[in-house]
């Protein structure tokens, strides 16, 4: 079936201005997770859904960055008021079990 | 929390050659998977290998839990093996960790 989808694939923004991201699991996958990718470095944990249930936002990196996933399905992440240090690519991942699969990830750009 | 390393940070190899990536992580886990991102950012799931050891073609993987490191073997390498190698390991909770990643570079 297919994987797990995400849009936009690019985005840029002006610092100050709300971006939404979203994603599409894989159907049927119970777990979503949100992680954020620095130029250079691994994936880092943002937040952590089990179907409509926000179990782990420990990652978010301010209250600027918000989540959800309202039906168990797609969810959204969105950030406030962008700044330059929010520019990284924002990565999905979906689970039925224990191994995740990873969506193509948004660029963000804040210039 | 858990702390993740890989070795080598580089690696540089003539396509043909066979190489060894480690993975170390500080305390116990109950998933260890393998990722190669490509040079289009797409993290393509290789292994999920808590323990024992797994093959699948020119790949393969070794995880010794009660050591705290895994190995992934790649055997005649090819200049599509090129990219970031990642190890990723979760604890008893939900927070995958991942390690800096191995770049790797296939010369033809």
């Known amino acids: 079936g297919a994987g797990v989808s995400q849009s936009p694939r690019y985005k840029v923004a002006k610092r100050g201005q709300d971006v939404a991201l979203r994603c599409d699991p894989i159907s049927g996958h119970v777990s979503l997770f949100w992680y954020q990718q620095a130029l250079g470095q691994g994936p880092e944990f943002l937040t952590y859904f089990q179907n409509e249930a926000q179990l782990d936002k420990s990652g978010l990196p301010s209250d600027r960055f918000f989540a959800e996933r309202p039906e168990g399905s797609v969810s959204t992440l969105k950030i406030q008021r962008t700044q330059q240090e929010d520019s990284a690519v924002y990565l999905c991942?979906?689970?039925?079990?224990?191994?995740?699969?990873f969506g193509p990830g948004t660029r963000l750009t804040v210039t | 929390g858990i702390q993740v390393e890989q070795s080598p940070p580089d690696l540089i190899l003539q396509e043909g050659a066979n190489s060894t990536l480690r993975c170390n992580f500080s305390?116990?886990?109950?998933?260890l998977q393998w990722f190669h991102q490509n040079p289009w950012g797409q993290l393509i799931n290789l292994f999920y290998?808590?323990?024992g050891t797994k093959q699948n073609g020119r790949l393969s993987a070794t995880t010794v839990a009660t050591e705290r490191y895994s190995l992934l073997y790649i055997s005649s390498s090819q200049t599509t093996d090129s990219g970031v190698y990642f190890c990723?390991?979760?604890?008893?909770?939900?927070?995958?960790?991942f390690g800096p990643g191995t770049r790797l570079s296939v010369l033809p």
């Open positions: 290998i808590p323990s």
């Open positions: 305390d116990s886990v109950n998933n």
């Open positions: 990723a390991v979760k604890d008893y909770g939900q927070n995958f960790v």
């Open positions: 991942a979906s689970s039925l079990s224990a191994e995740q699969y």
